[in-house]
């Protein structure tokens, strides 16, 4: 299963060394937050997975919480952010009695949903924890005319005594790519493999600008962004 225990063993590990910059991440999107609402300081991040960005959130908000589904995941940011709130919770459908000044959804967690309706109701769900003139910030997955069929990707990271080997392999199915993901940890105690199989949709950016829309937000993309796939940013006009 995708971001279960051995995933969340060596999640951060295998990202850190292909170059991915949590923090240099968060602090770019908080000053993307600030340019619309300069008095920004409480802040949600959804899908926070180990807690990487909220890391740096928490020291940029007075008042920051998570939300994420997978429990391997949010145990490790339980265990690195114990003053922080992490809610069990899924995207699509959760209330948590309070509005913030921005929303966040990073890492394209949003692909994750299979459908258009689901993705459609999870940025419902995060419009509605913002408030009036709300920052809701939102990484995508590929587009179907920028995703690569037949992708592979591969990384090797040896890191105190172990060595993380990944190969990826992506394929495009109906509306979503298809990703088969296989592991091989090598420690002092001996090697061991796993295999996990991601599937996310591709979602089109008329779709998620119609999502927004809908959601009582205006919306802008910038292209690439940091990571390669765009960044969306709305702000709640009700």
């Known amino acids: 299963m995708a971001f279960g225990a051995q995933h969340a063993?060596?999640?951060?590990?295998?990202?850190?060394?292909?170059?991915?910059?949590?923090?240099?991440?968060?602090?770019?999107?908080?000053?993307?937050?600030?340019?619309?609402?300069?008095?920004?300081?409480?802040?949600?991040?959804?899908?926070?997975?180990?807690?990487?960005?909220?890391?740096?959130?928490?020291?940029?908000?007075?008042?920051?919480?998570g939300l994420e589904l997978a429990p391997a995941m949010r145990?490790?940011?339980?265990?690195?952010?114990?003053?922080?709130?992490?809610?069990?919770?899924?995207?699509?459908?959760?209330?948590?009695?309070?509005?913030?000044?921005?929303?966040?959804?990073?890492?394209?967690?949003?692909?994750?949903?299979?459908?258009?309706?689901?993705?459609?109701?999870?940025?419902?769900?995060?419009?509605?924890?913002?408030?009036?003139?709300?920052?809701?910030?939102?990484?995508?997955?590929?587009f179907p005319e920028t995703f690569i069929d037949g992708y592979v990707g591969g990384d090797l990271v040896r890191d105190n005594g172990r060595t993380v080997a990944r190969v990826s392999h992506s394929t495009k199915q109906g509306r979503a790519t298809r990703m088969e993901v296989r592991w091989v940890v090598g420690e002092p105690t001996g090697i061991r493999e796993f295999t996990e199989f991601e599937v996310m949709t591709l979602f089109s950016r008329d779709e998620f600008e119609a999502a927004f829309t809908d959601a009582g937000c205006e919306v802008t993309y910038q292209d690439g962004w940091l990571t390669g796939r765009g960044l969306f940013t709305a702000v709640r006009t009700d």
């Open 75 to 142: 145990d490790r940011a339980v265990r690195r952010l114990p003053t922080v709130r992490i809610h069990p919770g899924d995207m699509r459908d959760f209330e948590l009695g309070r509005r913030f000044d921005a929303v966040t959804c990073l890492f394209t967690s949003i692909a994750y949903l299979p459908t258009v309706a689901e993705m459609r109701a999870a940025i419902a769900s995060m419009a509605r924890h913002l408030v009036p003139g709300g920052v809701l910030v939102m990484e995508p997955w590929w």
């Open 9 to 65: 063993e060596v999640y951060e590990l295998t990202y850190r060394a292909r170059g991915k910059d949590w923090a240099s991440e968060a602090a770019d999107v908080t000053r993307r937050i600030r340019a619309r609402r300069p008095g920004a300081n409480s802040l949600l991040d959804v899908a926070c997975g180990t807690g990487a960005h909220l890391a740096t959130f928490q020291s940029l908000f007075e008042h920051v919480e």
